[in-house]
T-cell receptor, first 114, second 113 residues
C-alpha cells in the first residue's frame, strides 16, 4: 500500500455542477498525477504536479483545473461537469520520475455525470 | 507523441497454458517500460518495471522483455491460473508531460479452469 487515497470513491452529479476530487498521499512524494480511464482509450493524463503550487496540463486537460496547496493533497476540479467527463479518475504519485520505482496509483473515483 | 499499442485486446486461455502479451511503442526514447495489472473496478498494480538499459525482468511466473530499438515488449505468463484473469496494461515513461506514463489500452485476459 503506497499510502494514497482518493475521495470520494463514487459520485453521481448533474451536468453543469462543479465537482472536486481529492487525492491524498502520506508518502511526501513530489510528483502527483491525475489520469482518466475510459473504455477504448486507456489511461490518459489530465494534469500533473511537480511540487506545491507547481502544476501543468496533460493530454486531456480541457474542462479541468487542479490545485496543490500542500504536498499531500492534489485536487482535481470540474468547473462545470459534462456527460463526457463521466469516467474513472485515478491519481498517481511518484517520488522521483526517473528512479527505478513505479508510479503508485490510488483506488480510483468513479464519476457519473447525468 | 508516444503511441502504445497492445495486442491482443482480449485473450481467453485454459488454465495451465503459457501465454504472451504484446506491447509496441512508437518512440524508442523511453526511460523505462512497465507492466501493470488491473482487476475489475480496482486500481493499478505494478508487476514489472524494465529500465531502458535492461532487456528483461522476471518475477515469479512473469517475465517481461524489452527491445527498445524495435519498440516492442512482451509479457510472458507461465502456467496460467484463473487468478491471473485481469486486464494487463503496458506503459512507457518518456520525458514528456512531467514524466507521466503513456499507456496502452490493455489486454483483457481470462483464464478458464
Amino acid at each position: 500500500d503506497a499510502g494514497i487515497t482518493q475521495s470520494p470513491r463514487h459520485k453521481v452529479t448533474e451536468t453543469g455542477t462543479p465537482v472536486t476530487l481529492r487525492c491524498h498521499q502520506t508518502e511526501n512524494h513530489r510528483y502527483m498525477y491525475w489520469y482518466r480511464q475510459d473504455p477504448g482509450h486507456g489511461l490518459r493524463l489530465i494534469h500533473y504536479s511537480y511540487g506545491v503550487k507547481d502544476t501543468d496540463k496533460g493530454e486531456v486537460s480541457d474542462g479541468y483545473s487542479v490545485s496543490r496547496s500542500k504536498t499531500e493533497d492534489f485536487l482535481l476540479t470540474l468547473e462545470s461537469a459534462t456527460s463526457s467527463q463521466t469516467s474513472v479518475y485515478f491519481c498517481a504519485i511518484k517520488k522521483d520520475p526517473l528512479d527505478q520505482e513505479t508510479q503508485y496509483f490510488g483506488p480510483g473515483t468513479r464519476l457519473l455525470v447525468l | 507523441k508516444q503511441e502504445v499499442t497492445q495486442i491482443p485486446a482480449a485473450l481467453s486461455v485454459p488454465e495451465g497454458e503459457n501465454l504472451v502479451l504484446n506491447c509496441s511503442f512508437t518512440d524508442s526514447a523511453i526511460y523505462n517500460l512497465q507492466w501493470f495489472r488491473q482487476d475489475p473496478g480496482k486500481g493499478l498494480t505494478s508487476l514489472l518495471l524494465i529500465q531502458s538499459s535492461q532487456r528483461e525482468q522476471t518475477s515469479g511466473r512473469l517475465n517481461a522483455s524489452l527491445d527498445k530499438s524495435s519498440g516492442r515488449s512482451t509479457l510472458y505468463i507461465a502456467a496460467s491460473q484463473p487468478g491471473d484473469s485481469a486486464t494487463y496494461l503496458c506503459a512507457t515513461l518518456n520525458s514528456n508531460s512531467g514524466y507521466a506514463l503513456n499507456f496502452g489500452k490493455g489486454t483483457s485476459l481470462l483464464v478458464t479452469p
